[in-house]
């Protein structure tokens, strides 16, 4: 798992997802939250502009990264 910091005290899941690079575009980050194959610490979530804090943990298809 990687550690990926953030601006500020929140950021958007679709956002996180692509400054995590765990998606090439936000095309691709809004199909895979929507087919649910994206985990919020652990959860499915299927949020694209739901508000990740810092320790929280997003998996997709197997790749994994923290905000810090």
Request: charged letters at 30%; a neutral charge.
């Amino acid at each position: 798992m990687r550690d990926v910091p953030i601006d500020g005290d929140m950021i958007r899941l679709g956002q996180f997802l692509k400054i995590a690079d765990l998606v090439d575009t936000g095309g691709e980050g809004k199909i895979l939250i929507t087919s649910g194959d994206v985990t919020v610490n652990g959860e499915v979530d299927l949020r694209r502009g739901r508000q990740l804090h810092r320790g929280d943990v997003v998996e997709v298809l197997g790749r994994r990264a923290r905000v810090a």
